[in-house]
């Protein structure tokens, strides 16, 4: 008998996109999933990230939220001080996030949440990596999806999906082909930011009272300045202080490379931030000369579209972020948790009718697309708030800090009662389930 759950479904891309994607297909019961992934391993960087109860939401779901949390923070609030002193402007208490949502608001190691994703996928038979195995180019977007790949080390090959799901991040050479086919061009966009992020372990930091503090602590800090700021938190059971940081673009503006990262020198990070205080200083320069690493902070112009034929983006193929709202991967995850259900209301006797597959997919656009291009604005706007200059308009936001969020909103967005109300309390699986019908009858 036919069943919506033996289509074939091809990811590109394992990135936090990609497994969760593969993950949420698997768990909904689909049997033929295939991730194509040009690295040889998950290989993430060393870097923190923050979990907001959206994404936990999907990762309880998906079965490895437990796992991820063994190692996570649970945020009870946030600290944003002046950079130049360490003087607190604000303290947004969270402690009643989970009441709230349900879930907590937590920050962990990204390969935790890498590695929760993964062990998570390793679970189910269903799912192949192909690790290794670049996307060459889409032969074709419909009927089916027609790609090619190549292995590293042997000849190319083509595969048939009957959906394909790129989740193969911000220079997606799907997206790029895509939107030639629709007669548009990708257009990338500098951000003119670039962001150094650093790991600090205990040993490290244990013998400063201060630096201890802050490592020991449910807290999120945030250090504010003109055109940069840190943000920093605990991650790995508080044994590693996660420091990410926001500044003018200087050193790429000159040298653009095909990674967006390039090694950074010690003196040019601690020349950036010399007007921050002491308790920052002595924390950068416990960066070990020759580690330092520079990340291009790169975003994209709004797509017209993000599904053609039985091809959908998602993630940071499709909205690639600013991070100041800390939501870039859990779009992406819960990109993955919608298409998944989405596909999976596919009435089994028109499974393999093209038009009902562009038009499943494009009920996931409907849903996703105005709130990811809401947040991705809204991180590029709390970004110009952070780092303003002296002048009328600092004097008001820092007025507005001083309130702590009891009128309901911090010019910080993340912190922001209003926005977190917003962000955290739409359950998208659900909404996808309980609109799907309404929305495919609109198309
Ligand atoms: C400084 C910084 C801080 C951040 N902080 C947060 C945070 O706190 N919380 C949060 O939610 N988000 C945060 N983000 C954003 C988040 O990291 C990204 O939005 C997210 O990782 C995007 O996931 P993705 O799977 O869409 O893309 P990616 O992670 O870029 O994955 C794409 C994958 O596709 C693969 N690939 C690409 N091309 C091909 C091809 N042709 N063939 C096969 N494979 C291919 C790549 O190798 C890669 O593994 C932050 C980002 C930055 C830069």
Redesign the pocket.
């Known amino acids: 008998m036919a069943d919506v759950r033996d289509l074939r479904i091809v990811i590109?891309?394992?990135?936090?996109?990609?497994?969760?994607t593969a993950l949420a297909f698997a768990k909904k019961g689909f049997k033929n999933i295939d991730v194509?992934?040009?690295?040889s391993n998950?290989?993430f960087v060393g870097?923190?990230?923050?979990?907001?109860p959206n994404?936990v939401r999907v990762l309880h779901r998906l079965g490895c939220w437990d796992e991820i949390f063994a190692e996570a923070t649970n945020v009870k609030g946030t600290s944003i001080r002046q950079g130049s002193t360490n003087a607190e402007l604000s303290h947004v208490d969270m402690p009643d996030i989970e009441e709230k949502y349900g879930f907590p608001h937590c920050?962990g190691h990204?390969s935790s949440l890498a590695g929760g994703l993964f062990n998570g996928c390793r679970k189910q038979s269903a799912i192949k990596f192909h690790f290794s195995?670049?996307?060459?180019k889409v032969n074709s977007f419909s009927p089916k999806a027609v790609i090619t790949?190549k292995p590293r080390d042997s000849d190319e090959y083509t595969v048939e999906a009957d959906v394909l799901l790129a989740?193969?991040?911000?220079?997606?050479?799907?997206r790029t082909q895509m939107l030639a086919e629709l007669g548009t061009e990708s257009q990338e966009e500098d951000t003119g930011q670039a962001?150094y992020?650093i790991m600090l372990k205990r040993s490290e930091m244990e013998h400063d009272p201060e630096m201890l503090e802050l490592l020991n602590s449910d807290t999120v800090v945030r250090w504010v300045g003109e055109r940069r700021h840190i943000i920093a938190y605990p991650v790995s059971n508080k044994n590693i202080y996660n420091l990410?940081?926001?500044q003018p673009d200087t050193n790429f503006a000159s040298a653009t490379n095909a990674t967006y990262t390039t090694k950074g020198s010690k003196s040019e990070m601690l020349k950036v931030f010399e007007d921050f205080c002491p308790l920052v200083h002595r924390m950068l320069n416990l960066v070990p000369d020759g580690e330092v690493c520079e990340?291009k902070?790169r975003v994209h112009k709004p797509l017209p579209t993000w599904v053609h034929g039985s091809v959908a983006l998602?993630?940071?193929?499709c909205h690639?972020?600013l991070?100041h709202l800390?939501?870039?991967?859990?779009?992406?995850?819960e990109d993955g948790a919608v298409l998944a259900e989405v596909v999976s209301k596919i009435p089994a006797d028109k499974m393999h009718d093209p038009e009902t597959i562009t038009k499943t997919l494009k009920v996931y656009e409907l849903l996703r697309k105005p709130h990811c291009s809401e947040l991705v604005a809204l991180a590029a706007h709390s970004g110009r708030i952070l780092h303003l200059g002296e002048g009328k308009a600092k004097e008001e936001r820092d007025r507005e800090f001083r309130q702590n969020g009891k009128t309901g909103s911090v010019p910080d967005k993340w912190a922001s009662p209003d926005v977190q109300k917003m962000i955290y309390s739409h359950d998208w699986v659900q909404e996808a389930s309980d609109n799907f019908e309404r929305l495919y009858a609109t198309l």
């Open positions: 590109i891309g394992a990135g936090m996109g990609g497994l969760g194509f992934e040009t690295a998950l290989g870097a923190g990230i923050q979990l907001p994404v920050t990204r195995t670049s996307l060459v790949v989740s193969d991040g911000i220079k997606s050479r799907t962001a992020r990410s940081s926001a990340w902070l998602l993630g940071d193929a690639a972020t991070p800390s939501q870039g991967a859990a779009m992406a995850i």
